[in-house]
């Protein structure tokens, strides 16, 4: 096994006002994804969502319901919880900033931007977003014809004595990293290229220093050192969760993330506030923050007047019809990762669905089974030579090296899944066609090419050991099913509890034993019929 690589992944915080729906499950899917696979390595992977948790409109909501703003957040903290458990995301922590362990943190953070004295008090007049919380800039706001670009509400204007952080201050720090320099020994990446390049356009308009603090929290909130009128501004508070939860003795050597995982709206707080920040805390920068785009239902923006929205209960509904990987390997192959919307339609779903699950990956791995069973008695025939078998295979399109190169890495730290995706769907694909191009099941029917059947059978079975291996982090339930029936249960053991695997050794050719029991069963997928 190589050398373990300290790995360490975030989602975004989820605001506690709701339960949670696909946009949450979304991140977090891909999150999860992305850190099962570095577990796939050997990489000693540290995975971070939680809830955010100290926004005005969380106590406003609580109020409403006759309720204090902690039981509400409770309530609703713990149906995400229950939600990601429920889904099977291997995050290794659940941080809500209503604990003890990060307001402590995030206090000691404060006192350390106001030593560096970038902190000041000032007063701040602007027009502000109170759905998302956030100031508006005049030209922004007057962009935006006043309204709020997320749910249109009219933006309210305020005036109120602040502390203000000097994000001004390191204004050319950021451009300069966000063109691809070295900044005091420091770097960091925006992705996409396109979202990265939004952030350097509005940067060269000119930064102005923001606030730090509110006014009016009604007790709801992380007070600001010697100053108990004000609270620590919700954004502030929520954006040091990141650093808070991995700093401590057993977990400091996480930092810097390599990967902050958020959506298209809130990604400015994460490319340009919070790099200035540490760098006011003399800490170390994350390495890359991603921003995907949002999804719509059925082409339309997901309302819930409409009856579009895709909430717990239609979530559950595909995973009770189709399964938990279905809407895995849905989530990771046709969601927003890029610059545009995704659409999540059911015909689409179904689509990709039969296509790709059950008539692909499903199919191909019962062709295999069912002719290993028929010939040779459900046990891996032996051939005679694995390195002419795998040529043979080649030879029909099947090709191991985009599957175990470098590139294969990169893709990943580039959180490009869905060309990962592609390129192991082509080599099953491949075996499909190596099938029909040997034809094993007309060969069989004369005793004398059993042998050259059992050779065409091992290569099939082994190729799909191997393309397997890399699909486990998007469907790890049905796959270990498949491992089960290829007599790979040692892989399972071994990834079991977020335990490493070995990626590089479990992927060579050869490693499936003749005379391994080839077990059939019911479809991985059976092909859904729509009613």
């Known amino acids: 096994m190589s050398t373990p690589q300290k790995f360490y992944i975030t989602t975004p915080i989820y605001y506690v006002n709701d339960r949670p729906h696909i946009g949450h499950l979304y991140s977090t899917t891909i999150a999860d994804i992305v850190a099962r696979y570095h577990r796939l390595r050997g ?13 005005a409109k969380v106590a406003d909501a609580a109020a409403e319901r006759g309720i204090t703003p902690l039981e509400w957040a409770d309530q609703n903290a713990k149906a995400f919880q229950d939600t990601f458990a429920r889904l099977g995301i291997t995050n290794n922590d659940f941080i809500r900033t209503s604990q003890d362990r990060h307001k402590e943190k995030v206090l000691q953070y404060i006192r350390g931007l106001i030593e560096s004295q970038d902190v000041y008090v000032g007063q701040y007049e602007g027009w502000y977003d109170t759905g998302q919380e956030e100031y508006v800039p005049e030209n922004k706001a ?15 204007r305020k005036a109120e004595k602040n502390d203000f952080f000097r994000l001004s201050k390191y204004q050319d720090k950021l451009l300069a990293l966000l063109q691809g320099q070295e900044v005091d020994g420091r770097r960091f990446d925006v992705q996409p290229e396109a979202r990265k390049n939004e952030v350097i356009a509005r940067i060269k308009e000119g930064l102005n220093d923001v606030p730090i603090s509110r006014t009016g929290s009604r007790g709801w909130g992380i007070p600001i050192p010697n100053d108990p009128d004000q609270t620590i501004y919700v954004w502030i508070d929520a954006l040091f969760n990141y650093l808070s939860t991995v700093d401590t003795d057993s977990r400091r050597g996480y930092w810097p993330a390599q990967v902050h995982l958020i959506a298209k709206d809130i990604l400015w707080f994460h490319a340009v506030i919070w790099p200035a920040m540490l760098m006011a805390l003399d800490k170390p920068l994350p390495a890359l923050v991603y921003a995907h785009s949002f999804w719509i239902s059925e082409g339309q923006k997901m309302s819930k007047s409409l009856g579009n929205f895709i909430d717990l209960e239609k979530i559950d509904h595909y995973v009770a019809t189709f399964s938990l990987d279905a809407l895995r390997y849905f989530l990771a192959t046709a969601g927003p990762m890029g610059t545009t919307d995704s659409d999540f339609a059911e015909a689409k779903f179904i689509d990709v669905y039969n296509s790709d699950l059950a008539n692909t990956l499903g199919n191909c791995f019962s062709r295999i089974s069912n002719m290993t069973n028929r010939y040779f008695g459900g046990k891996l025939p032996k051939t005679p030579d694995n390195d002419r078998g795998l040529i043979l295979l080649q030879e029909h399109g099947f090709s191991l090296t985009p599957m175990l190169s470098d590139e294969r890495n990169a893709k990943i730290k580039a959180l490009n899944i869905v060309g990962h995706t592609n390129e192991v769907f082509a080599s099953i694909r491949a075996i499909d066609q190596y099938i029909e191009k040997t034809q094993p099941f007309k060969l069989a029917k004369d005793p004398a090419n059993l042998p050259e059947v059992g050779t065409i059978l091992y290569n099939c079975a082994e190729a799909m050991r191997i393309a397997s291996i890399l699909l486990w982090p998007i469907m790890p339930t049905k796959i270990e099913q498949l491992w089960h029936r290829i007599g790979c249960d040692h892989y399972t053991q071994a990834l079991a509890n977020n335990g490493p695997g070995d990626l590089n050794a479990w992927t060579q050719w050869g490693q499936l034993q003749p005379g391994t029991p080839i077990l059939q069963g019911d479809p991985l997928f059976p092909r859904h019929q729509v009613k």
């Open 43 to 55: 990489d000693d992977v540290f995975f971070l969502t939680g809830t955010d948790e100290h926004a």
């Open 142 to 156: 007057n962009e935006y014809e006043f309204k709020s670009p997320i749910n249109g509400k009219p933006l309210v």
